[in-house]
């Protein structure tokens, strides 16, 4: 699908110079002489290389069309994780490097949406909100008000997040997958 440079935003994926790209940047400039551009910063989703370029207003760029199917995480073995479709019961293993560190947060049964370019799966959506365990945890030091500070603690899947200083090892909270922060207690 066409859309105008000045409509590319953070996070869409274009198509430009055969290759998929993640936008990363968008500045959208107005000069006192000349034309109108967008300055954009971008990825490549295959080669993870980055490219800066110049679009102007009047130009057009394919915008990358993805479909999105969602699917219950099955299991993972030491390359991949594998992940089954609830309506065709279809699996499919996409390789850990595409996924990275959201891997972590992947329970059994877990639903999660994943985008295919191509017949081909190239990123993982997470629900917004996932219930961890803390495995352990700083003790809270003295005098330390709730809103002064947070203390590490690291959870039952491995990763290490800032909590509030009344947390401690065991309890279950709710993290936001988007930046990986504490949202409250259960």
């Given at each position: 699908?066409?859309?105008?440079?000045?409509?590319?935003?953070?996070?869409?994926?274009?198509?430009?110079?055969?290759?998929?790209?993640?936008?990363?940047?968008?500045?959208?400039?107005?000069?006192?002489?000349?034309?109108?551009?967008?300055?954009?910063?971008?990825?490549?989703?295959?080669?993870?290389?980055?490219l800066n370029e110049r679009f102007r207003s009047s130009e057009t760029v394919e915008k990358a069309s993805?479909?999105?199917?969602?699917?219950?995480?099955?299991?993972?073995?030491?390359?991949?994780?594998?992940?089954?479709?609830?309506?065709?019961?279809?699996?499919?293993?996409?390789?850990?490097?595409?996924?990275?560190?959201?891997?972590?947060?992947?329970?059994?049964?877990?639903?999660?949406?994943?985008?295919?370019?191509?017949?081909?799966?190239?990123?993982?959506?997470?629900?917004?909100?996932?219930?961890?365990?803390?495995?352990?945890?700083?003790?809270?030091?003295?005098?330390?008000?709730?809103?002064?500070?947070?203390?590490?603690?690291?959870?039952?899947?491995?990763?290490?997040?800032?909590?509030?200083?009344?947390?401690?090892?065991?309890?279950?909270?709710?993290?936001?997958?988007?930046?990986?922060?504490?949202?409250?207690?259960?």
């Amino acid at each position: 699908m066409k859309i105008n440079a000045s409509e590319i935003r953070v996070g869409m994926l274009i198509e430009h110079k055969n290759d998929l790209w993640q936008v990363l940047k968008t500045q959208h400039v107005k000069p006192g002489k000349g034309g109108a551009f967008a300055q954009v910063e971008m990825k490549s989703m295959n080669k993870n290389t980055k490219l800066n370029e110049r679009f102007r207003s009047s130009e057009t760029v394919e915008k990358a069309s993805l479909e999105e199917i969602n699917f219950n995480y099955s299991y993972e073995d030491d390359n991949n994780f594998f992940f089954m479709n609830p309506s065709s019961f279809e699996q499919i293993q996409i390789k850990k490097n595409i996924i990275g560190p959201k891997g972590k947060l992947l329970s059994e049964n877990l639903e999660v949406t994943i985008s295919f370019y191509n017949n081909e799966p190239i990123s993982l959506d997470l629900p917004k909100q996932i219930k961890c365990k803390i495995d352990s945890t700083d003790t809270a030091l003295r005098g330390q008000t709730v809103s002064s500070s947070y203390k590490p603690a690291t959870l039952d899947n491995g990763l290490n997040i800032q909590v509030p200083p009344f947390i401690e090892a065991g309890d279950e909270i709710i993290i936001d997958t988007r930046n990986l922060e504490y949202v409250k207690k259960i």
